[in-house]
């Protein structure tokens, strides 16, 4: 139903910036939530940063300051600008979008992006 693609992802040394994209494409009516997930090694898939439609965001705590989260509504396209990268913020990034399903709601993954921050 939505197709996610993501780019952006590399190898970044510590204190560098990467930025992130993901274009969403297939029968899309409407948008409720786009965001980023991260997975590390042997942890969960935690959440890193959302956007609404109405344009109200929130970040984990951890990369309050750091990241930004961004859209483009015209491109269905989200963006994470990652600045000041930590030895910590390696992971997997996930991109997520949330549609209207019924009376609730459906969410859809990207394949994923390695992001590995070296020292």
């Known amino acids: 139903q939505v197709q996610l693609v993501e780019s952006g992802g590399g190898l970044v040394q510590a204190g560098g910036s990467l930025r992130l994209s993901c274009a969403a494409s297939?029968?899309?009516?409407?948008?409720?939530?786009m965001g980023w997930y991260r997975q590390a090694p042997g942890k969960q898939r935690d959440l890193v940063a959302a956007?609404?439609?109405?344009?109200?965001?929130s970040y984990a705590d951890s990369v309050k300051g750091r990241f930004a989260i961004s859209r483009d509504n015209a491109k269905n396209t989200v963006y994470l600008q990652m600045n000041s990268l930590k030895l910590e913020d390696t992971a997997v990034y996930y991109c997520?979008?949330?549609?209207?399903?019924?009376?609730?709601?459906?969410?859809?993954w990207g394949q994923g992006t390695q992001v590995t921050v070296s020292s």
């Open positions: 997520t979008v949330r549609v209207p399903n019924g009376l609730g709601s459906l969410g859809s």
């Open positions: 297939g029968s899309i009516s409407r948008i409720l939530v």
């Open positions: 956007i609404t439609s109405g344009g109200s965001t």
